[in-house]
């Protein structure tokens, strides 16, 4: 999950570190944050929905590099994680930007 999480942040295009890069590459990703999907993509970084989830996103690889030994640890928070987005209708795949 880690390693996934990792590409999806670091765009193999331009390396930099942010989420709008993974949007670049797959708009219709964008089109379903029901408050990102009419943000023009130069305007992302400035907006505050975006770069909470672009927190959330660090925080959860942070903690999963932070707990490689001990996995249960994370576990649980990572389930909430997978079940909280499928109800978005976002599927496994969308985490596996590479
Ligand atoms: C490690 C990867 C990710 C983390 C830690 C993460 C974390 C979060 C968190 C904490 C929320 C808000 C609370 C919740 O509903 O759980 C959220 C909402 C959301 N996430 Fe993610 N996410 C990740 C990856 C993705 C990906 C790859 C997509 C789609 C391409 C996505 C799409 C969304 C959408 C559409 C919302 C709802 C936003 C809203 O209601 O305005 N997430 N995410």
């Known amino acids: ?7 999806a942040i670091y765009s193999k295009s331009n390396s930099s570190f942010s989420f709008s890069s993974l949007f ?3 708009p219709e990703y964008q089109s379903q944050f029901p408050k990102l999907k009419d ?3 130069d305007k992302l970084d400035a907006n505050k929905s975006f ?3 672009v ?4 925080l959860a690889i ?6 490689l030994k001990n996995p249960n640890a994370v576990l649980p928070e990572l389930e909430k994680l997978g ?6 209708n976002i599927r496994p795949e969308q985490f596996e930007v590479s």
């Open 1 to 7: 999950v880690t390693r996934l999480a990792i590409n």
């Open 24 to 26: 670049k590459e797959h």
């Open 39 to 41: 943000i023009p993509y």
């Open 51 to 53: 770069t909470h989830h």
């Open 55 to 58: 927190n959330a996103v660090v």
């Open 62 to 67: 942070a903690n999963s590099v932070v707990n």
């Open 83 to 88: 079940t909280s987005h499928q109800r978005r």
